[in-house]
């Protein structure tokens, strides 16, 4: 197997006391450093009305972060389709392409990426229809971001061909992401690039991997199926601090299992205190669960353990969400643990 690339994906945390101008120059800020320590893409998040969570707009942000770096491909992982009309994807990913060519990856989903009700205000045709047309709707975009664009039938009975502008010199790489049989025989059918969301839920990888590259159609773009898996992953100097860094992310995942209220990331403090206080958010075995999957230790001990779990599923490229927590004294407007896990990790 050849050497194992590393990744970064970027929901921009919001800590206690930090403000969304704060995260985000934070995350634009680690970007910068994963450009220089040779990662091989930066991709932002979709979620919305969540307070630890300021990746609301994509496309924004992959604009922010290609300006601001000059190797690195930027991208969605993903753009939640049903919440957008395609031509505003394509369209969007088409200037993208323009501001940093050869750059780009449009990372596709088909998650909401918020509550119900959220979703509801985002999906303004209404969800039902929005997520049935999902596979035409990514054969759509892919089309429109071809020089002989799309053709779009008519319930009259008419076409009319539609192109995605401005015209990129080259297409974005499109991928289709999820943690689902559906997802992966899904991207396998179109013949397009599979990231199945490892640190969402690990449950189903293996079978999703199977049907993945067995069910595979080989494509003009893509003859072979092509693949990686994502992972939560928090390194340090030591264990201990490790271990403590990964504290408040894993409450968060806590609440929002047990229908908790959200609120911004604690610091570490606010954390340790929360479980030495035997809260809501502090079971151990609830702790533990959240915590299935994730990849906690030394930097040597991370790579090691990334490495061999690349191996088993057979990919040559993992994408990390650094979600190590911040202590009370640190800058609000730097990442200091999650820069410290790229460092720990690349080195």
């Known amino acids: 197997m050849t050497a194992l690339s590393l990744s970064v994906l970027d929901l921009v945390p919001v800590r206690t006391g930090q403000t969304s101008a704060q995260a985000v120059a934070a995350s634009l800020a680690l970007a910068q450093k994963a450009d220089a320590l040779g990662y091989r ?18 496309p924004v942000l992959i604009a922010a972060a290609a300006m601001r770096t000059s190797r690195i491909r930027v991208g969605s992982g993903g753009v939640m389709l049903p919440n957008h009309a395609p031509l505003i994807v394509a ?25 119900p009700v959220i979703t509801q205000l985002l999906r303004a045709s ?32 008419g076409e009319y061909s539609v192109h995605a502008t401005p015209a990129a010199s080259e297409a974005p790489t499109i991928w289709l992401l999820g943690s689902s049989d559906y997802s992966a025989q899904l991207a396998a059918a179109h013949g397009l690039p599979y990231v199945f969301a490892n640190h969402f839920s690990g449950a189903g990888l293996e079978r999703a991997l199977d049907l993945y590259r067995s069910g595979y159609r080989p494509s003009e773009q ?19 601090e490790a271990e403590a860094r990964a504290l408040p992310q894993l409450r968060t995942m806590v609440r929002l299992r047990r229908g908790l209220p959200l609120t911004p990331l ?12 035997a ?11 959240a915590g299935t999957g994730w990849f906690i230790g030394t930097g040597a001990e991370v790579r090691t353990e990334l490495e061999a779990f690349a191996a088993r599923h057979g990919v040559d490229e993992i994408m990390i969400s650094p979600v190590a927590g911040a202590f009370a004294t640190e800058s609000l407007e730097t990442s200091i643990g999650r820069q410290q896990t790229l460092e720990l990790l690349a080195s």
Not at 281 to 289: E, G, R
């Open 279 to 289: 809260d809501a958010a502090a079971d151990p075995t609830t702790l533990a669960a």
């Open 126 to 157: 209404g969800t039902a229809g929005d997520v049935e047309r999902f596979p035409s709707h990514v054969q759509d975009i892919g089309l429109m971001l071809q020089p002989d664009g799309a053709t779009v039938q008519f319930t009259s009975g």
């Open 222 to 240: 893509h003859p072979e199926p092509r693949t990686f898996l994502t992972a939560n992953a928090v390194a340090a100097p030591t264990r201990d």
């Open 91 to 115: 369209e969007q990913f088409a200037a993208l392409e323009a501001l940093a060519p050869g750059r780009i990856d449009l990372g596709i989903g088909r998650a909401p990426g918020s509550d």
């Open 41 to 58: 893409r930066y991709w932002f998040a979709e979620h919305h009305n969540m307070p630890a969570v300021a990746s609301t707009a994509p």
């Open 266 to 277: 604690e610091t570490v403090e606010q954390a340790q205190a929360g479980v030495a206080a």
